[in-house]
């Protein structure tokens, strides 16, 4: 994918504050500190773009990136970080799942799990509300790079079983280090991309 443009527009607090642009949209979802805005910026080869942080809970809003003036990346705020009260992960619930439930323009999500890790309830209740809205999904297991070769295997292993067993395609293998998975994850972006103007179109 040659990227011409990638522009961050806003960082949404509120449904009124989602972009007005009749463009498709794709979701970048995980819990806090997956690495999301690492994806991203490898995607689009912009190094400091989606702003990365050692610190989970960074990101309280959902960010918005225009690509090629054509499509939105969007990056959800992490989930299943402890550190904030109790109200503010109220918030950030009810402003995810009102952008999930009520966004005709979402035509896909990147469900991202660090591959060195097991499956959570929390990446469960994401991996169903994305299943409830019908919304396509892809999912990466990231940082795999931190991973020896056999660790990889045996942890992709473990974690595709637990995807299985839920109904949930495998994992692509991913890290925004050595851009394992990058061609496959755009490729994956890239039907969305083409299923949407084929809908369009009919």
């Known amino acids: ?96 799942e009102q952008y999930l439930a009520n966004n005709s323009f979402l035509i896909g999500a990147v469900q991202i799990l660090d591959s060195r890790l097991e499956l959570t309830d929390n990446d469960l ?23 020896s070769q056999n660790q990889l295997v045996s942890q992709l292993e473990r974690l595709n079983r637990a995807l299985s067993v839920q109904g949930f395609p495998e994992a692509i293998p991913f890290s925004a280090k050595t851009k394992l998975g990058q061609h496959q994850l755009w490729k994956a972006i890239q039907r969305l991309l083409k299923s949407e103007d084929n809908r369009e179109k009919s």
């Open 1 to 96: 994918m040659k990227i011409v443009s990638a522009d961050f527009v806003v960082s949404a607090h509120q449904p009124a504050d989602f972009p007005r642009a009749k463009l498709p949209q794709i979701a970048f979802v995980g819990r806090s500190n997956v690495g999301k805005s690492s994806v991203i910026n490898c995607l689009l080869q912009r190094k400091g773009l989606a702003k990365t942080s050692s610190s989970p809970g960074k990101t309280r809003g959902i960010n918005f990136y225009r690509i090629n003036n054509r499509y939105f990346f969007v990056d959800l705020p992490g989930y299943g970080f402890a550190k904030v009260s109790q109200q503010q992960r109220l918030n950030w619930r009810r402003l995810i």
């Open 125 to 147: 209740v994401m991996l169903r509300w994305l299943r409830h809205y019908q919304i396509p999904m892809i999912i990466i297991a990231t940082k795999a790079d931190k991973l």
